[in-house]
């Protein structure tokens, strides 16, 4: 019992000292505070937090890329957007 | 005598020469029919140089150039409104229904050059061109500021979904900083356009050179806005790049 509790709290200061290494241990489910179990169901729910992270990436990169789009437009209105006098006197 | 007479005659011819290309010289000397005086195109007496049948067909065609310029360019310019993404049903509708009066008031100066006979005539048609519509002073700069002011809008829609969705994938606070940098550009940017629609909406040839001014301003709002636009991208960007290093 004794042994049990000495690998523990070992298994818990490599932990502690990954975590302050900033090294998080993500692939076995393992952080600083401990292991959590893989099963099915958990390892399912990563994977949809990655997709969903994942699909917000590309929404944001595509918003990104519309706005860039959007602000060549408006710098295409900006000269068209001058008073010409001087061509309305020549025209 | 008939040769003292001769030369008399060529002396005075010489002298009116000179004296009537002096006229022609000075700004101030105009002759009654002259179009707009201070209009290049239309300045010169065109029949010092020709016949008056030719000066009036010279005249005719030089008129019936600068509205064809206009009709190129409204046509352009329906196009390009028709197609903007941000503008409102009824702005949008307004816009196309002053493009359709110039539209039809330049076509009906035209028939009215064509069918003048005296030079007073086309003349005051071909300077009621400018000063009845002032297509290009006014309508086409007008126009091009409420598409500006509606991609203005569009652009922080887009801006402030990437920003929420931002929001919820980061962790930090200064990424969470950043977005709010952003989102308070965004607004910056909505307000500099909120009013420039209505602004300009309005402005037509009778306001000459008055409405300049508001021309002016709101050509000032977009770029003030355009400007945040762009902070507010760049603070954007760099958080959606920390997010996708992030999460590999």
Request: aromatic content about 2%.
């Amino acid at each position: 019992m004794q042994r049990r509790g000495a690998l523990a709290l070992g298994g818990a200061g490599v932990a502690a000292l990954l975590a302050l290494l900033g090294l998080r241990v993500l692939d076995d489910g393992c952080d600083g505070a401990g292991c959590t179990a893989r099963t099915p169901e958990n390892t399912a729910v990563a994977s949809d937090a990655t997709e969903t992270s994942t699909t917000s990436d590309r929404s944001v990169d595509a918003s990104i890329d519309h706005v860039e789009d959007i602000l060549r437009q408006i710098d295409a209105e900006l000269p068209s957007a001058t008073s010409e006098e001087e061509r309305e006197l020549t025209g | 005598m008939k040769r003292r007479l001769r030369i008399g005659t060529v002396t005075l011819v010489a002298l009116l020469t000179v004296g009537s290309a002096h006229l022609a010289a000075s700004p101030s000397a105009q002759h009654p029919w002259s179009p707009v005086a201070f209009r290049p195109s239309v300045d010169q007496d065109p029949t010092a140089t020709s016949a008056p049948g030719e000066a009036l067909d010279r005249l005719k065609r030089l008129g019936a150039t600068a509205i064809g310029q206009r009709l190129d360019s409204l046509g352009a310019l329906r196009g390009s409104l028709t197609r903007a993404i941000g503008v409102s049903d009824t702005d949008r509708a307004a816009l196309l229904d002053d493009i359709a009066a110039t539209v039809a008031g330049l076509e009906a100066v035209r028939t009215a050059i064509a069918a003048g006979t005296t030079f007073r005539t086309v003349s005051d048609a071909v300077a009621n061109i400018v000063d009845g519509y002032r297509a290009y002073s006014v309508l086409v700069p007008k126009v091009h500021l409420v598409i500006g002011a509606g991609l203005v809008d569009q652009a922080a829609d887009v801006l402030d979904d990437a920003n929420a969705q931002l929001v919820s994938l980061v962790d930090d606070e200064a990424a969470r900083e950043l977005l709010a940098t952003s989102s308070a550009a965004v607004a910056r940017a909505r307000a500099a356009v909120a009013a420039l629609a209505s602004s300009v909406l309005d402005l037509d040839a009778t306001g000459w050179p008055g409405n300049e001014v508001a021309l002016d301003d709101g050509k000032r709002a977009l770029v003030s806005a355009r400007s945040d636009l762009g902070d507010a991208l760049g603070s954007t960007a760099e958080v959606a790049s920390s997010v996708e290093i992030a999460t590999g």
